[in-house]
């Protein structure tokens, strides 16, 4: 089961914010939390990964609140090509797989 | 760059036959990898962890005699899909973690496979 849980689909302008908030009510101590953008046919890119507080790169921000029970990506002025499904994920270390859930589709709209 | 790299990126075959795909760490060495299958507008599905040394650990409900899994070094695994059928036809993803960036799983382009 995936210990994940996003909303199904987004839309965005482009140019806009976009924030995709993610839940992992029962996440373990020692998980990060790293997110991951797929294009279709195409694996997953590796966005950003955090364990708490505000981590940010110079494609995204994530922001993961003093609970840790859910966490919020943060694409600043999103493109068309920024058009993509956009996974959540936990897990404690490399040797763990991760679950994939179902994502979020991003849609950016010019 | 990529750091995991899979081959082919596409291949057809027929009904019947076997193909294998493999999966490299570029430029570090993973003792564990993972594969994944994703059928189109789906997430993608855990089918095995791939252990260096080792014998695969499979998810449940995955075949291990059709899905033939071999890590036979620190940087190649590969999926061998034996007497493959239609319904196998997929795109098939691996991943590793990096252990010089604090175990990030990165994943490889992923390969297409189509049984006709």
């Known amino acids: ?110 | 760059g990529a750091v995991v790299s899979q081959h082919p990126s596409r291949v057809i075959c027929k009904s019947g036959t076997s193909v294998k795909i493999e999966c490299r760490s570029l430029d570090f060495q993973a003792t564990t990898m993972f594969w994944y299958r994703q059928f189109p507008k789906q997430s993608l599905m855990l089918m095995a962890t791939s252990n260096e040394g080792s014998k695969a650990t499979y998810e449940q409900g995955v075949e291990k005699d059709k899905f033939l899994i071999n890590h036979a070094s620190l940087t190649l695994s590969t999926l061998t899909v034996t007497s493959a059928h239609p319904e196998d036809s997929s795109f098939y993803i691996c991943s590793a973690p990096r252990p010089d960036s604090g175990n990030t799983i990165y994943f490889g382009e992923g390969s297409w496979l189509t049984v006709v």
Request: net charge neutral; hydrophobic share 35%; proline share 5%.
């Open chain 1, 1 to 110: 089961l995936a210990k994940t849980t996003q909303p199904i689909s987004m839309d965005s302008y482009e140019g806009q914010e976009v924030n995709i908030t993610c839940s992992h009510n029962n996440i373990a101590t020692n998980d990060y939390i790293t997110w991951y953008q797929q294009f279709p046919s195409q694996g997953p890119r590796f966005i950003i990964q955090g364990y708490k507080t505000k981590v940010t790169n110079e494609v995204a921000s994530l922001f993961i609140p003093a609970d840790r029970k859910s966490s919020t990506l943060s694409l600043p002025r999103v493109s068309l090509s920024d058009t993509a499904v956009y996974y959540c994920l936990v897990g404690d270390t490399g040797n763990t797989p991760l679950v994939f859930g179902k994502g979020t589709r991003l849609s950016v709209i010019a």
